[in-house]
Structure formats: structure tokens, C-alpha cells
T-cell receptor, first 111, second 112 residues
């Protein structure tokens, strides 16, 4: 399917476990982003990537790791999940412009 | 003070009403202003994009920017139940993706 997809859509995990959220886009967009969305905070940028093998921190990077070995994939890993990382996670992609295209989101619960 | 502020609502209006959604911001460097619409359990999608001050119209939607007051608005005319969603304002100082700041969103319900 064309577009941007995220998996899993829902995930429940326990404190201390490693979790990887996947993001895949078919547009060959150079830029990709990970956001978390929490009530009252809106969308906050975790990490972004300008191209394969180029990543940089956003506003709230602590506790997260990203990689981008291929243009179309941008996985986000929580190395040791904490309850404060319970959130809805959105992946987005764009060409170099402000218009970002968002995936459907992953709802993560950390018990 | 947050960089971008937005009344979270919820806002409930009857079908056919004119809706006004607003954001204020503190960073005078912002030049690019966007409105995203987010349906429940979906990702945000870009609705309107404006540069600098002025108005932009697209069908039933009008975006207004008043840089002197650091205030942006989205008007929805003849609102429909399908407009029920959360509306996020977003803004940036640059043309690139960098430092796009999102507001927390306003939840809108249009009642038939």
C-alpha cells in the first residue's frame, strides 16, 4: 500500500522491556519524524532524520533510540520502557517542507 | 509560557454554524502557519498552509494570520458533522521541516 504505515497499532508492554515501533513510507521522502502525542502537550518531536544514516534529536529524545539504514524505514526503540512513555506515537515523513504526512499512530501502554 | 497556545475545548456547535478556532504564539520569528485536522484514532492531516500575514480560503475553510498580534485563526463555514475532529495549529520559522511547533489541539463536535 502506498503511504506511511506504522506497526504495531497497539502495544502493551511492561516496565523495563525493550520495545520497537516500526514506520515505513513508500514515497521516498527524505525526511522522517517520530512524535509522541499526550493530552495537554500536543505533538512533541522525539527524533527526526534528514536522510538515510542521518538522525538528530528533537524536543524529548531521552529513553529513545532511532536508526535509519534505509530511506523508507525509521524504527523507534524504547530501550527500557517506563510508564511515562505511555503515549500515542506518530511517525511522519516529508520532502524538505513544512507539510508532513503522518502515519495512523501506535498506541503504547507501559504497565 | 508555551510557544503555542490553543484552547483545548471541547467545542460543540450545531450543524451549519460558523466555527472559529484560534491559536496564539510567542515566537515572532514564526512565518509559516498550518492547520492540521485529526480524526479520532487517526494521524493528523494538513488542512491549510499559509505564509506570513493575511487570509487564505479553501472551500468552507478560511485561515487568518495576524502576525502583529501573534494570533492565527481557522474559520469553518456551514459546519458539518464530518468536521468533528481535533484541530491542531502548527507553525515554523523556516521553510524546511525544522522546528515545526504544534499546538495541543482543539476538539470540535458538530451536532446534527
Amino acid at each position: 500500500d502506498a503511504g506511511i504505515t506504522q506497526s504495531p497499532r497497539y502495544k502493551i508492554t511492561e516496565t523495563g522491556r525493550q520495545v520497537t515501533l516500526m514506520c515505513h513510507q513508500t514515497w521516498s521522502h527524505s525526511y522522517m519524524f517520530w512524535y509522541r502525542q499526550d493530552l495537554g502537550h500536543g505533538l512533541r518531536l522525539i527524533y527526526y532524520s534528514a536522510a538515510a544514516d542521518i538522525t538528530d534529536k528533537g524536543e524529548v529524545p531521552d529513553g529513545y533510540v532511532v536508526s535509519r539504514s534505509k530511506t523508507e524505514n525509521f524504527p523507534l526503540t524504547l530501550e527500557s520502557a517506563t510508564r511515562s512513555q505511555t503515549s500515542v506515537y506518530f511517525c511522519a515523513s516529508s520532502v524538505p517542507s513544512n507539510e508532513q504526512f503522518f502515519g495512523p499512530g501506535t498506541r503504547l501502554t507501559v504497565l | 509560557q508555551k510557544e503555542v497556545e490553543q484552547d483545548p475545548g471541547p467545542l460543540s456547535v450545531p450543524e451549519g454554524a460558523i466555527v472559529s478556532l484560534n491559536c496564539t504564539y510567542s515566537n515572532s520569528a514564526f512565518q509559516y502557519f498550518m492547520w492540521y485536522r485529526q480524526y479520532s484514532r487517526k494521524g493528523p492531516e494538513l488542512l491549510m498552509y499559509t505564509y506570513s500575514s493575511g487570509n487564505k480560503e479553501d472551500g468552507r475553510f478560511t485561515a487568518q494570520v495576524d502576525k502583529s498580534s501573534k494570533y492565527i485563526s481557522l474559520f469553518i463555514r456551514d459546519s458539518q458533522p464530518s468536521d468533528s475532529a481535533t484541530y491542531l495549529c502548527a507553525m515554523s520559522a523556516e521553510t524546511s521541516y525544522d522546528k515545526v511547533i504544534f499546538g495541543p489541539g482543539t476538539s470540535l463536535s458538530v451536532i446534527p
